[in-house]
C-alpha cells in the first residue's frame, strides 16, 4: 500500500526567511508520480508541480524548488524568500503507476499549514 | 473555460436526511474522484471512476453513494447511513497518471 508522511503539522516563519516542506513516501511500484498542492484559505487544491519517478532531477520555479531524493523516498519542496501570500497547506501526494490493482487515486499526505509571518 | 464545477459552495444537512453533491467537469477526463477533508487528516478517498458507469470504493466509502451516468458528471449523495458528514468535500478529475484537477469544494454541515 502507498503512503505518503509530512511529519511538519504546521511551520511559522517571517517573510524573506527560506523554509523547506518535508515529505516521504512509500510505494511498492518502481513507476510512480509525485505531486505538490497548495490549498488558499479558499479551499480550492492549486497544481504546483508533478514529478515521475524515473525523473530525479531537482526543479527550480521562480522562488520554489523541489528536491527529488529516491534513495531517501523524499520528494522536498522549498520556498526561498517567502511571502504572506505563500501561507496555505500544502500537500504532498503519490500516484501509483500501471501495476494494475488499488484505488488509481492520489493518496495525499496530511498536509502542512505554513504560515508566513510580516 | 475548461474546469470543474463543485455545488452547492455550502451545505447544510439535518439529522437522517440524504444529501447530494453536484461535480460536473469539461475537461474531457475519464477519472473523477470525491475525496473527503476533516481537519488534520488530509484527504481520504470517498468514490472514485474510471469510465461511465463504472466506479469503484476508496477507503472510507461506508454512508456514501456515487453514480457516473454522464462522463461529465459524478454525484455524491451522503446518506443518513454516513454518522458524521461534516467535512469539507473536494471533487477531482484526471486523465490517466497526469495532473488532477480540483474544483472548489462543498463544506457540509449537520445542523
Known amino acids: 500500500a502507498q503512503k505518503v508522511t509530512q511529519a511538519q503539522t504546521e511551520i511559522s516563519v517571517v517573510e524573506k526567511e527560506d523554509v523547506t516542506l518535508d515529505c516521504v513516501y512509500e510505494?511498492?511500484?518502481?513507476?510512480?508520480?509525485l505531486f505538490w498542492y497548495k490549498q488558499p484559505p479558499s479551499g480550492e487544491l492549486v497544481f504546483l508541480i508533478r514529478?515521475?519517478?524515473?525523473?530525479?532531477q531537482n526543479e527550480i520555479s521562480g522562488r520554489y524548488s523541489w528536491n527529488f531524493q529516491k534513495s531517501t523516498s523524499s520528494f522536498n519542496f522549498t520556498i526561498t524568500a517567502s511571502q504572506v501570500v505563500d501561507s496555505a497547506v500544502y500537500f504532498c501526494?503519490?500516484?501509483?503507476?500501471?501495476?494494475?490493482?488499488?484505488?488509481?487515486?492520489?493518496?495525499f499526505g496530511k498536509g502542512t499549514h505554513l504560515i508566513i509571518q510580516p | 473555460d475548461g474546469g470543474i464545477t463543485q455545488s452547492p459552495k455550502y451545505l447544510f444537512r439535518k439529522e437522517g436526511q440524504n444529501v447530494t453533491l453536484s461535480c460536473e467537469q469539461n475537461?474531457?477526463?475519464?477519472?473523477m474522484y470525491w475525496y473527503r477533508q476533516d481537519p488534520g487528516q488530509g484527504l481520504r478517498l470517498i468514490y472514485y471512476?474510471?469510465?461511465?458507469?463504472?466506479?469503484q470504493k476508496g477507503d472510507i466509502a461506508e454512508g456514501y453513494s456515487v453514480s457516473r451516468e454522464k462522463k461529465e458528471s459524478f454525484p455524491l449523495t451522503v446518506t443518513s447511513a454516513q454518522k458524521n458528514p461534516t467535512a469539507f468535500y473536494l471533487c477531482?478529475?484526471?486523465?490517466?497518471?497526469?495532473?488532477?484537477?480540483f474544483g472548489q469544494g462543498t463544506r457540509l454541515t449537520v445542523v
Open positions: 477531482a478529475s484526471r486523465r490517466d497518471r497526469e495532473v488532477a484537477f
Open positions: 510505494t511498492r511500484d518502481t513507476t510512480y508520480y
Open positions: 514529478r515521475n519517478s524515473f525523473d530525479e
Open positions: 501526494a503519490l500516484s501509483e503507476g500501471y501495476s494494475g490493482g488499488g484505488a488509481d487515486g492520489l493518496t
Open positions: 475537461l474531457n477526463h475519464d477519472a
Open positions: 471512476s474510471q469510465i461511465v458507469n463504472d466506479f
